[in-house]
């Protein structure tokens, strides 16, 4: 079956540094979604890609969707307090029988 | 946010207990869904329904029994449950169940199984 990989599973920074986490398909995905999960919090939608070689921006935040569709990126720059949380991938290969699969996450911590 | 609203938020129950999660959505979608979340793990679905007809059911043990009486409420019927079945449960909706489609997540209810 379809599988999504996130790496790395955590990671710690100091504020002001950046910040990427990284997602892999076993198959080409049809669209990726990137959620946010604060501590204690549930997941929350944060951007949708479509097409090969998107790229879309929030503030500091780039999102990036793979030439292949099979693999998409999130970066942070410059991460604050606030972007603590765990960031989840979940993409969808398309055909009859949908299924959104989720990434296990990474996690960031960020050091004041 | 209040799109989606879970109750209890917090539950402890021994493994003879029958307790029942209750999800409602505010949104106006047509489908619902129940995930399990454990430490560790990736989010797993459990259920999915859409127009109040289930249309996934992920293999999971017949001790967790949904119920979507409609589009907007969604219930998960716990009975006999195990220790490892522990765990965050969020329910989520979305307009459909089309794999584009963003979906919107309650707060969850962390369930202790003793």
């Known amino acids: 079956g379809q599988q999504v990989m996130q790496i790395p599973q955590y990671q710690h920074v100091q504020e002001g540094e950046d910040f990427t986490t990284y997602c892999n398909s076993s198959t080409t995905l049809s669209n990726i979604q990137w959620y946010k999960q604060r501590p204690g919090g549930h997941p929350v939608f944060l951007i949708q890609l479509v097409k090969s070689g998107e790229v879309k921006k929030q503030k500091r935040l780039t999102f990036q969707f793979g030439e292949a569709k099979k693999n998409s990126s999130l970066h942070i720059t410059a991460t604050q307090t606030t972007d603590v949380g765990t960031y989840f991938c979940?993409?969808?290969?398309?055909?009859?029988?949908?299924?959104?699969?989720?990434?296990?996450g990474t996690l960031l911590t960020v050091n004041p | 946010?209040?799109?989606?609203?879970?109750?209890?938020?917090?539950?402890?129950?021994?493994?003879?207990?029958?307790?029942?999660?209750?999800c409602e959505q505010h949104l106006g979608h047509n489908a619902m869904y129940w995930y399990k979340q454990s430490a560790k793990k990736p989010l797993e679905l459990?259920?999915?329904?859409?127009?109040?007809?289930?249309?996934?059911?992920?293999?999971?043990?017949?001790?967790?029994?949904?119920?979507?009486?409609?589009?907007?409420h969604l219930f998960l019927h716990l009975h006999t449950l195990q220790p490892e079945d522990s765990a965050l449960y969020l329910c989520a909706s979305s307009q459909g169940t089309g794999g584009?489609?963003?979906?919107?997540?309650?707060?969850g209810t962390r369930l202790l199984v003793l």
């Open chain 1, 90 to 104: 979940a993409g969808e290969s398309g055909g009859s029988n949908y299924k959104l699969t989720f990434g296990k």
């Open chain 2, 100 to 107: 584009w489609e963003t979906q919107y997540f309650g707060p």
């Open chain 2, 46 to 72: 459990m259920f999915v329904y859409n127009f109040k007809e289930q249309t996934e059911n992920n293999s999971v043990p017949s001790r967790f029994s949904p119920e979507c009486p409609n589009s907007s």
């Open chain 2, 1 to 22: 946010e209040t799109g989606v609203t879970q109750t209890p938020r917090h539950l402890v129950m021994g493994m003879t207990n029958k307790k029942s999660l209750k």
